[in-house]
């Protein structure tokens, strides 16, 4: 979710880029850096932390004033957060400058095919990887766009590319496949940036740009072409926000805007787990393959919503590895003596990576000689760095308080550990691996399906404004859903909300049921042994006493019909995969309810993003 600006005219680029990266704070970063190209040279200045610290060190060291320049705020994902992997980044001779968006899957070979050549490299970064490709076309005699647009072609992944010349003062090319870019368009300026937030006090005229293409920016003409240099079509378009819902992309809450990125975060956070062989592969993992078949025990440690992540994680790694999996809460991991040891592996789960129950239980485990493995959203943060192995989650990113993107993509962390586990192992066998995977590779478009035909999620939000208490149910890993459910209602709306396994609603809860009430019910998809069959029981049982059932049930599910007062459509997806789907209609339930409520969705009352204290 990294910031990025670029523009050509008669301003003081340093000036206009860096007040470009402030506006576009919002969006979270570890490090800032701006290029400015001036005489011939490249001028650079980058530096780990918040914009003050680059502020201060263009203060102590200005950089020209001349007409084009690029910058860039930084949220890490190749390379910890510091001043080497800060973006701009500079081909060997200091020619090109870039800066990247996004993630390249097959940055590892070019890597090793630059390394060949006898270059290099000064970070840790995939991005840097580009800016060198980059620098030897344009080196060997090829302008800078056709350079562009050759490396394009050989990249994989997810990325927005913006690269200067310093041979060409009046030149800025960017490329984009799969992540955002914008134009905007000026009277003898021209701008690019992530968002239009980000030039909006200068130009509300826009261009929005397509996938696979590249586009030339002077300061008086803007031209696009596809990747193979073909004139491409794009659709230019006012901006009629103001900065502060430009920030949100027009939507009214960062959560809802978040809620809406989730596609992308989900296929994110599935980008480059696969080595040039086709195996399954992770971020960064120190724990030997030998070490991982001695496991004999699994324990996933979370707080709040990651914990809801872990039990999914529970269903899916027993599933595919037939090792044992507890799931505990980090807040009483280490106060009841846990039996953990050198051939326990355990898991934990933070966005942040700072989560102080969840840091504290870590390092009781590592005391006991276990093994830790994170998963977490923020490179470099303490978690990740006092563990022995990490997944990074892809959402960028969240400035609502509630998790909604971090959560769904904490459940695909969870997924690609269970199936990495069963590949070491050898319980499943590679084609069921890449099956699973294959699936996986579905979600986005199932998520924004769902997102398309939101609507009536919206006017049952409308509906159960005034309603007091709201339950939710779920088998199997809808139980989690259902937790998950409950607790969006509770952080957002402020109202009473549970949720239970639905086999325990005999035992006590169904004494809740009274008339109007709403319960929602996650039903299994049908097939999954005896336990859609129970839990359309279970509506029966509930709806007999008066309660009004909104039941989330896959397309083709034509059992529920005469059970459902309120119908929810899911995509089709095997069980294991469903909460990625069935969490989506209650955050949007939430989230709406609480809009309604007049509540502040984004900053809900009592609570922080990050706890980093006990």
Known sequence: MCGIVGYVGPQAAVDVVVGGLRRLEYRGYDSAGVAIVSDGRIELAKKAGKIANLDKLLADHPLPTDGLGIGHTRWATHGAPNDSNAHPHLSRGGRVALVHNGIVENFVELRDELAADGITMVS????????????QVVEAGTELADAMRAVCRRLTGAFTLVAVDSHNPELVV?????SPLVVGVGDGENFLASDVAAFIEHTREAIELGQNQVVELRSDSVRVTTFDGAPAEVRPYHVDWDLSAAEKDGFDWFMRKEIYEQPKAVADTLLGRHDSKGALTLDEIRIS????????????????????????????????????????????FRYRDPIVGPSTLVVTISQSGETADTLMAIRHAREQRAKVLAICNTNGSTIPRESDAVIYTHA???????????????????YLLGL?????????????IKATMAELETIPAAIQSLLDNIQPVLDLAAEFADQPSVLFLGRHVGYPVALEGALKLKELAYIHAEGFAAGE???????????????????????????HEKVVSNIQEIRARGARTVVLAEEDDHEVDAVADVLIRLPKVSTLLQP???????????????????????????????????
């Not at 960017?174 to 799969?178: D, E, I, M, Q």
């Not at 039990?311 to 790694?317: E, G, P, T």
């Open 124 to 135: 840790e970064t995939d991005t840097e990887v580009v800016a060198q490709l980059l620098g």
């Open 174 to 178: 960017a490329a984009r496949r799969n």
């Open 289 to 332: 393959e030998a070490e991982l078949r001695q496991i004999d025990k699994i324990v996933v440690i979370a707080c709040g919503t990651s914990f809801y992540a872990g039990l999914v994680a529970k269903y899916a790694i027993e599933h595919w590895t037939r090792i044992p999996c507890e799931v505990e809460l980090a807040s009483e």
């Open 396 to 414: 960028g990113p969240e400035v609502g308080v509630a998790s909604t993107k971090g959560f769904l993509t904490q459940l695909v962390a969870c």
């Open 420 to 432: 990495y586990l069963a590949q070491v192992r050898g319980t499943k066998f590679g084609d069921e």
């Open 505 to 531: 609603l005999k035992h006590g809860p169904i004494a809740l049921i009274e008339d109007q009430l709403p319960v929602f019910v996650v039903v299994p998809p049908k097939g999954r042994d005896m336990l």
């Open 580 to 614: 990625l789907v069935a969490t989506v209609p209650l955050q949007v339930f939430a989230c709406e309810l609480a809009s309604r409520k007049g509540h502040d969705v984004d900053q809900p009352r009592n609570l922080a993003k990050s706890v980093t204290v006990e």
